[in-house]
């Protein structure tokens, strides 16, 4: 499974970007995919997963409210709309598919990550 992640960059506090994450090797509408994070001198954390359908959503506290992760099937692609951005959320973003294809916040239940898409949030 490839997986190639875009969309991050440089934004101010409260701003907002929206992550793609572009996957090719298996069938994508079968399994779940989640977006992590790694902040430089931090383990990789756990931000957002959604089911194989989209049908339900998971977000770690830090998040939630302000990020909202989204699939296409059609285009085998997967989204992070984030906003109100904060200083913390600089990290550099992964999107990962599952083993299986269940949903789940465990980082090794993950087989496939991409190289990841820098956010920096500045003040």
């Known amino acids: 499974v490839q997986l190639q992640a875009s969309g991050g960059g440089s934004v101010q506090a409260g701003g907002s970007l929206n992550l793609s994450c572009a996957q090719s090797?298996?069938?994508?509408?079968?399994?779940?995919m989640a977006w992590f994070r790694q902040a430089p001198g931090k383990e990789r954390e756990f931000v957002a997963a959604?089911?194989?359908?989209?049908?339900?959503?998971y977000y770690s506290d830090s998040v939630k409210g302000r990020f909202t992760i989204s699939r296409d099937n059609a285009k085998n692609t997967g989204y992070l709309q984030m906003n109100s951005l904060k200083l913390e959320d600089t990290a550099r973003y992964y999107c990962?598919?599952?083993?299986?294809?269940?949903?789940?916040?465990?980082?090794?239940?993950?087989?496939?990550w991409g190289r990841g898409t820098q956010v920096t949030v500045s003040s």
């Open positions: 990962a598919a599952p083993f299986y294809a269940r949903a789940t916040m465990d980082q090794y239940d993950y087989a496939s």
């Open positions: 090797g298996r069938t994508f509408s079968f399994y779940a």
């Open positions: 959604v089911t194989w359908k989209g049908g339900a959503e």
